[in-house]
């Protein structure tokens, strides 16, 4: 059986794994020239995305290329004196199993796990999908697939060819997010430095293997701006805009926008749909059911759904008028939860008051101060995405005794 997956991001590759310990013939389609090898931003993977990876005997890696971010030193805006916070506590209290690592790191080391097994198509794209499974390329010439996965996230090219235009089915969250390389003059070395204000907050960091840092940007805009997601210049010209007179150390990140070799900007948007499935197509990660990036814990859904939808289409034998509604009830309780978990991080993360600015920081270093036990209660009931993510139980789906066996 042969399917198609267009993405090599994180879901992607994921999915290309298991399909292919399923004994399923896989082919990866993805409109960038090359896996990316620039780093990203970071993204955290938790407990239910940790035990996936373990399955598939890639844990040691995620370990090594953590970010190894342990101290958090918050400013305020109008306040001198800062809040500094142990982050490895918080970590520890907010779930069982937590990493954070930088996305492109993520996706090498889902990609290196089966791309010997795995036919990888690279600066493609899908541009037409048939009823009976006839897909066309942008400059490949055509092919039958039995099935083809959308797995390209938020602006998924195969969710507009099966399921019509993006904006039917995505909600503004009324914040934004934008993400920046930048040289590490500061030298951090595990610890994010954090700038506060009313409807916005900014946050530089470094990880312990690259030798530049991340500055990360996220707002509230009350109305969503005309700004197409690929009008570079127009989001930087928000992002000045908004962060103007935060604080001077702000405004030297900023600076670097016009020589930064990496850039991303988005607004952070869920996606609500009725059914993720149609025909001979089905959609995974971020691509279905984004609930929002940076606040949502989205890189460990995508992961769980794509060991989820591998696994439901080896226990049906390829039938996807079986899998597919599998997939979707089995995935439908965590995607709802992490929407809604989304909702309420983009709320502490983005203060819209004053208040809101003093609880943020005075919240997380009394989390860090206590003691294990009581810390871990607190976060629990201060915050959802712990609740969310640690609740999760996914099925255990043993691979084909006759598919390739994972390195």
């Given amino acids: 059986m042969r399917i198609l997956v267009s993405g090599a991001g994180v879901a992607g590759p994921v999915l290309a794994y298991w399909l292919t310990r399923h004994g399923f013939s896989v082919t990866v389609v993805e409109r960038a020239p090359s ?17 996936v990876s ?9 370990e ?14 109008g306040v001198r004196r800062p ?29 290196d796990a089966a791309r010997d097994d795995v036919e990888y198509l690279f ?22 697939f039995d099935l083809v996965v959308g797995a390209d996230g938020l602006h998924s090219n195969v969710r507009r060819l099966a399921f019509g235009d993006e904006s039917r089915y995505s909600t503004f969250t009324g914040a934004y997010l934008g993400v920046l390389a930048l040289p590490n003059a500061s030298g951090l070395d595990g610890e994010l430095h954090m700038h506060v204000g009313v409807g916005r907050t900014a946050g530089m960091y470094g990880a312990r293997h690259l030798d530049d840092a991340r500055a990360l940007f996220l707002f509230r805009s009350e109305h969503e701006p005309a700004c197409h997601h690929h009008d570079v210049p127009r989001q930087k010209q ?39 499935s149609r025909g001979r197509v089905t959609l995974v990660g971020d691509a279905g059911y984004c609930p929002g990036p940076a606040v949502g814990g989205s890189t460990s859904v995508a992961v769980v759904g794509a060991y ?11 039938d996807h008028e079986r899998a597919f ?83």
């Fill in 83 to 111: 809040v500094r916070v142990d982050l490895s506590r918080i970590f520890g209290a907010a779930s069982d199993r937590h990493v954070e690592i930088m996305r492109d790191d993520l996706s090498e080391i889902y990609y």
């Fill in 123 to 144: 600066d493609e794209s899908v541009t037409g999908i048939s009823p009976d499974g006839e897909v066309r390329f942008e400059h490949g010439a055509p092919r039958r």
């Fill in 325 to 407: 509604p599998a997939y979707e009830r089995a995935m439908a309780e965590y995607v709802h939860g992490s929407r809604a978990a989304a909702l309420s991080a983009a709320r502490t993360l983005i203060p819209t008051s004053r208040l809101g600015v003093h609880g943020l920081a005075q919240g997380a270093r009394l989390v860090a101060a206590l003691p294990a036990g009581p810390g871990r209660a607190l976060l629990r009931v201060a915050t959802r995405t712990a609740r969310v993510h640690d609740s999760v139980t996914v099925d255990d789906y043993p691979p084909s005794p006759t598919a390739p066996r994972a390195r």
């Fill in 35 to 51: 896996p990316r090898r620039t780093g990203g931003h970071a993204v955290d993977l938790f407990r239910p995305a940790m035990d």
């Fill in 54 to 62: 373990e399955k598939m005997g890639v844990l040691p890696l995620v």
């Fill in 238 to 276: 928000l992002l000045r805009r908004a962060f103007d007179g935060l604080h001077p150390d702000v405004d030297g990140w900023l600076d670097e926008l016009d020589r930064t070799p990496a850039f991303y900007f988005d607004s952070i948007t869920q996606l609500r749909m009725d059914s993720w």
């Fill in 64 to 77: 090594e290329r953590a970010t190894g971010t342990r101290r958090m030193t918050v400013h305020r805006e």
């Fill in 308 to 318: 989820v939808l591998a696994g439901e289409l080896a226990r049906a034998g390829g």
